[in-house]
């Protein structure tokens, strides 16, 4: 791809969402710099702000931080990036790192410049007179002392535990006790907790669609043990974004008092693992079946191994965004299984806009097809199974009027309407994109609604 405007790239960096960025200095006239982000098949957009010489760059492992090596200036920038935001929406760079040394040698020991990522999410930072460690938070927690300019910096190794470092005329290696970041696949199947969980527990099931092993999270009521013979209702909550099993959590503390409250009948709750970036479908190419997954094996496998109620009178399928989306649409497309969903800040989003926002997920799970994209989408099964869903399926989606995706929920309000399915709109006042924010000011409420569908056993 041609630019004829562009200075000399230097570096580049990609995030999980498909994003490459790249540095542009102006080494030789020191003038016009800049930042740039594109996506393949498009062409690249100038990040704001007037860093004249960026060098090295990183994204940070949430992919909410990019941070830049400026080699005029000797410091490091940093951008805020908000997940699915355009270019023109982002600010111009903020100082994120500027140890105090003196700059004077700065020739000597090395500007700012290359730059590499540990896997617990620390940046390598080289200049000024060596490598610094420093926290996604810009403190410093430790350094290494090069006694020549340093350049660049990677982690390798057959492990990924050697630290590299390149130099004007040498490259040292160091043995580290950290691996190196590494871009996750869209999909990761089995995520154990990194710390146990006070009350939920993690277990897996042996997927024989995907060849490997899926994992959840559950938690019993207290009832479950006190009431062998009993069978229970059960919310599956479905992660957003980035998430999976063992984070993006249903606050189970809330479940767990209404119950005791005796506000809503004892029942399971099962944290889904639908694959970070899945959106809840079927891949073309096979590689990941999040839909098949769950409807075909992860609800018959809790059915057979715990005491539900397994049938449609007992489940309530619920998310949050990319959860909030997958929920209602499986419960809209498989009105069999659930008897009521709920979908939080649902992303109900167009195929413009995924491949816009989520070049790698439209172009992963979707090859770039329109035609895919919309087949999945809830419109799509909102217009199919309206007259299956109508009496059979409570449906209610929750939303803050802050939140960017509140105009989503109202299109699917109003498509709803058109065919005459009701769904239920909820509009939180003030409320972000932001679970913690909804379900505080939501409470009980919306536990009572799911569970008024559903059959419990006393």
Not at 128 to 135: A, D, E, F, I, K
Not at 164 to 176: A, G
Not at 179 to 202: D, F, M, Q
Request: net charge neutral; aromatic share 10%; proline share 6%.
């Amino acid at each position: 791809m041609l630019e004829p405007n562009l200075n000399q790239p230097n570096d580049l960096t990609r995030d999980a969402d498909g994003f490459i960025y790249f540095s542009d200095p102006d080494f030789a006239k020191s003038q016009r710099g800049g930042v740039y982000r594109f996506v393949k098949g498009q062409s690249p957009e100038r990040l704001p702000g007037d860093l004249i010489q960026p060098n090295g760059l990183e994204v940070s492992a949430d992919g909410k931080l990019l941070v830049v090596a400026d080699s005029q200036t000797k410091k490091w920038y940093a951008y805020d990036v908000k997940l699915g935001s355009d270019v023109n929406e982002m600010k111009p760079p903020r100082v994120f790192f500027d140890p105090n040394v003196d700059r004077s040698k700065a020739p000597e020991k090395g500007v700012p410049d290359g730059m590499a990522l540990d896997e617990q999410g620390n940046f390598y930072l080289t200049g000024l007179g060596g490598v610094w460690s420093v926290t996604r938070d810009a403190k410093a927690i430790g350094f290494i002392p090069i006694p020549e300019f340093v350049s660049n910096v990677c982690f390798g190794g057959s492990d990924g535990k050697w630290l590299s470092v390149t130099c004007q005329d040498k490259l040292y290696r160091l043995r580290m006790n950290v691996k190196g970041y590494v871009v996750p696949p869209l999909c990761t199947w089995a995520n154990a907790p990194t710390r146990e969980h006070s009350i939920l527990k993690h277990e897996t099931y042996e997927s024989r669609i995907m060849q490997t092993s899926v994992g959840y999270s559950y938690w019993l009521p207290p009832a479950y043990a006190t009431s062998p013979n009993r069978r229970f209702p059960v919310m599956y909550w479905l992660h957003g974004l980035g998430g999976n099993e063992s984070n993006n959590n249903y606050p189970v503390e809330l479940l767990a008092t209404a119950i005791s409250e005796g506000r809503i009948p004892p029942m399971l709750l099962v944290q889904v693992n639908g694959g970070a970036r899945s959106v809840y479908a079927d891949s073309l190419d096979g590689r990941w079946m999040s839909e098949t997954t769950i409807v075909q094996e992860l609800i018959p496998h809790i059915d057979a191994k715990y005491r539900t109620i397994s049938i449609r009178e007992g489940r309530t399928i619920q998310g949050m965004s990319m959860g909030g989306e997958g929920a209602v649409r499986l419960a809209i497309k498989y009105p069999e299984m659930f008897a009521s969903t709920i979908g939080y800040a649902g992303g109900f989003v167009s195929p413009q806009t995924l491949q816009k926002h989520r070049p790698r997920i439209y172009s992963e799970m979707f090859e770039n097809r329109v035609d895919r994209y919309e087949r999945f989408m809830t419109q799509t099964y909102i217009a199919e199974n309206a007259d299956k869903c109508r009496g059979r399926v409570a449906i209610r989606l929750v939303c803050g009027t802050a939140d960017d995706s509140i105009e989503l929920q109202r299109q699917i309000v109003s498509l709803g309407s058109r065919y005459g399915l009701e769904i239920e709109g909820i509009e939180a006042e003030g409320a972000k994109h932001s679970l913690q924010e909804l379900t505080m000011k939501r409470l009980y409420d919306d536990l009572e609604f799911a569970l008024r569908s559903l059959r419990s056993e006393e």
